[in-house]
Structure formats: C-alpha cells, structure tokens
C-alpha cells in the first residue's frame, strides 16, 4: 500500500486535526463482539505482529513542518510500542451489556495521543455469557469508513483456521526521526506531485478541449449546488447545542432481511429504507422533547465514497458529504420511505458530490490558515443536524484467532454542536446501528 515516510496528509485527512477540539474528538471505531473465550493476549499480540506490515501507516505519527509552513506529514514512529495500543481490560461482575456500552463511551470521551500513532485497540473480557470484545478507535483522519472495511484484513479471517501471514520477518527498522529541513523537503515533494497532477489534467484539457469544457461546467454546477445548500441552512433542533467531552452509546440491530422485504415491497434502495427508519427514530424522539415536527426536515450528513476501485486499501480519506433529507414531518412509514427515495433520487442526480470534491481538492492548494476556515464550514450546524454513515460489510461471518465475530456496531464522531450521531454497518445477515451520544445533551439515547 502506498503508505509512506514523510507523506503529507491530505487536505480532507488536515481537515478532521484542525476540526478537533476538547469537545468533539475525531475519532471513529466499532463495538466487536466474539464468541469465546477469548485469546491469550501474548497470542493476539503475535498474530497483530505479524500483520502490521499491511497497514503501516498504523506505526507513523504525526509531524508538523516548522512555523506552520504546511499541512502535517506521516513519519515513523521510532519508539512504536504495540503494546501501548493494544489494551486489555475486564468489565466487572455481572458482565452486562449496559457495563459493555458505558466502557464503550469512556473510551470514545478520551482524545487520541497525537504524539504516537492515531489509533487504540481495546480487548475486552468479562461478559456474562462467556464471550470477549474489540473496541477500535482510530483517529478520521488516518481512515474512513469505506477503507476501513478493507483494514479488517488485519485482524480477521474468512475461515476459523487463521491464514499464514506472508511476512516471515517481523523486525520493522523505522526511519529516523526527521529534522525540520526533512519535513520541510517532505511538504515540497508532496507539493510538486499535486503540482504535477494539475499539470496533467491541464494538458488532458487542451489535447481534448470539448471534454474540458463539459468538466468544467459540471464542476462549476456542482460547486452552485454546494453553495445554495449553504444558503439554506438545516433546522434549529434539542440536538444542535454546545456539547462536552462525554458520551453516551447504544448498539440497536435489525435484519437485514427485513430492510431488503421493505425496499422490494414499496421500492428505493436498502439505503432509503435506512434512512427512513432513522427519521422515524428521530421523529420520535422530537416528540419525546415535545417538538412539534410539522413541515421540519432535518438534515443528514451523508458521506459518500470517491475511492476509485483500484483505490480500496489505501488509507487516508476520499469522501465528499452530500445533505441527505430526513423527512421527520411525514408520520406514515411507507410515505416516509416514499419521500426518502424520491429526494435520495434528486440528490444523487444533482452535482453535490462533483462540487464537493472539487472543494476538496482545491483545499490541496489552501495554506492551513484558509484550510482550517474551510473545515469549520463543513462542519458547521447550518449545513446539517446529524452524521448518518452507512457502509456495507461482508455477508459472512469473521474470525480473529479462529473466534467468530457475533455483532459489530460501528461508532461515528460528534462535530461541535452535535449531539447524535448514527452509523450503520451490514454484517453477515444484519444491520447493526451504532449511535453515539453526547452525555448531556441526550441523556435519553
């Protein structure tokens, strides 16, 4: 994987540090339930030994050129001690699931160390039936969703026998800590690849001019759809208020089964149906707050993929945020979904993604200062009330160390002045939400 020493981070990847604050951590992870008993940590530390030269961007930390001069660049971590991000606890008697869930949410109130490789991996023992659990947490701006799907390559198995590791030698010589002209050099060498690839798409426009210009006039399309979203901002609701450094999170499973009877039955996509089902929750839960939800919206900070095919591996982030709609207004589930998927239509035949990427990469060019405004915009409670991230998983079941994984609940971020947010991951039969909370803000999750 082209995951290298002293490569800069991406301006999307820069956003997620510059968002960060001691309020909203920019960190995502997942619950992992295993069947038992669980492994010997020697063992487990062994087999992740073995596999970390699949993802090295998991033994590099960050480093910020001198004076603010760019965006920070990944060096390796001369002093990378496994056995600092690999923890091992034990929930006390009973076991229980709400003692699952609280530890899950102390661990999500605690920022990332950026001093050593953005990521933890937690194994948990003590559950009342016997079996164990892997809570992750890695920082956004060292993975997304969509390539951390291909990242569980590193812990899991398709089979119960685990595959032989095709990496015989498990020394790894770090390069040595870079000095400020090193870091300096790095952000020039990133600087001339990006300068380069501009280059190559302005020849492609002068060899094939026509195909140029139709680019452009959709870029430019997509950037006044961006804008006019902007211009009309999401609804005030109990969950865009101040938030705190705690949380609060739940796991809720459906079948996938049954998402799947619903979108053949009325029509859409499993995806609309998702949606549906979270506006239901959600409208819910307004009335709960005694909100009245006539005529209201809300707005869902969708992520959408533009990783290539021949991309799926690489780390770092190649998303665009599309506002998907959240018709809370409508109270019969089936006109629900009717609305859902009519809207989801227009906005995938809209040019939001297109926009957004073009933002994106013109931030590749934005000195930190421009970048951070930028990011603060994305993240801003005009634009959306709540993250909903839904990324399909395998249909099959998984083994770490020849353990089945039961369920895996996925667990997004809380930008500021976001009390909720909602991801989703389809996993061998079912759809497992995982909601993240803000401890005060929605007591009631």
Do not use: C
């Not at 998984?398 to 895996?408: D, I, K, P």
């Amino acid at each position: 994987m082209p995951q290298e020493h002293l490569d800069r981070l991406s301006a999307v990847d820069a956003s997620f540090l510059v968002q960060e604050g001691s309020e909203s951590h920019m960190h995502v992870g997942a619950l992992v339930r295993l069947e038992g008993p669980p492994p010997d940590m020697e063992d487990f530390l062994d087999s992740l030994r073995g596999r970390l030269h699949l993802v090295p961007r998991y033994r590099q930390k960050l480093a910020f050129p001198p004076a603010g001069s760019g965006r920070p660049l990944w060096v390796d971590d001369t002093d990378f001690n496994l056995e600092y991000h690999v923890r091992h606890t034990a929930l006390p008697r009973p076991g229980s699931d709400e003692q699952l869930r609280n530890l899950v949410a102390r661990i999500f109130s605690q920022q990332l160390d950026r001093s050593k490789p953005l990521w933890e991996l937690w194994i948990v023992e003590g559950a009342k039936d016997g079996s164990w659990a892997l809570i992750t947490k890695t920082h956004h701006a060292l993975i997304d969703g969509i390539s951390g799907i291909d990242l569980a390559t590193v812990l899991f198995d398709i089979t119960p026998v685990p595959r032989e590791v095709d990496h015989p030698d498990r020394r790894w010589q770090p390069h040595r800590e870079p000095a400020s002209v090193d870091l300096l050099a790095g952000v020039a060498r990133s600087m001339v690849r990006t300068g380069l690839k501009m280059a190559e798409q302005v020849v492609g426009s002068v060899t094939k001019p026509t195909d140029a210009i139709g680019a452009a006039r959709e870029a430019v399309e997509g950037v006044g759809e961006i804008v006019w979203a902007t211009l009309n901002p999401a609804p005030p609701t109990p969950l865009n208020v101040p938030i705190g450094p705690h949380r609060r999170f739940v796991g809720v499973r459906g079948r996938l089964a049954d998402f799947k009877l619903v979108k053949d039955a009325f029509g859409g996509t499993v995806n609309d149906v998702v949606l549906a089902v979270v506006a239901g929750g959600l409208r819910e839960f307004l009335h709960s707050r005694g909100v009245r939800t006539e005529g209201m919206e809300l707005r869902a900070l969708v992520p959408v993929s533009l990783r290539a095919e021949h991309e799926h591996g690489h780390l770092g982030n190649r998303i665009a945020a599309m506002r998907g709609p959240l018709p809370v207004y409508v109270g019969d589930p089936v006109e629900r979904l009717r609305t859902v998927s009519r809207e989801m239509r227009d906005l995938k035949d809209s040019k939001q993604a297109l926009g957004a990427e073009v933002l994106a990469g013109a931030q590749n060019f934005a000195p930190p200062t421009i970048l951070g405004v930028a990011s603060r915009l994305n993240f801003s409670t005009r634009l959306f009330n709540l993250i909903v991230t839904n990324v399909p998983g395998p249909q099959m079941p998984l083994y770490v160390l020849g353990r089945e994984m039961q369920t895996v609940f996925p667990i997004a971020f809380l930008p500021r002045e976001h009390g909720l947010a909602i991801a989703i991951i389809s996993y061998n039969g079912f759809l497992n939400f995982g909601l993240l909370g803000d401890y005060d803000a929605v007591p009631d999750l």
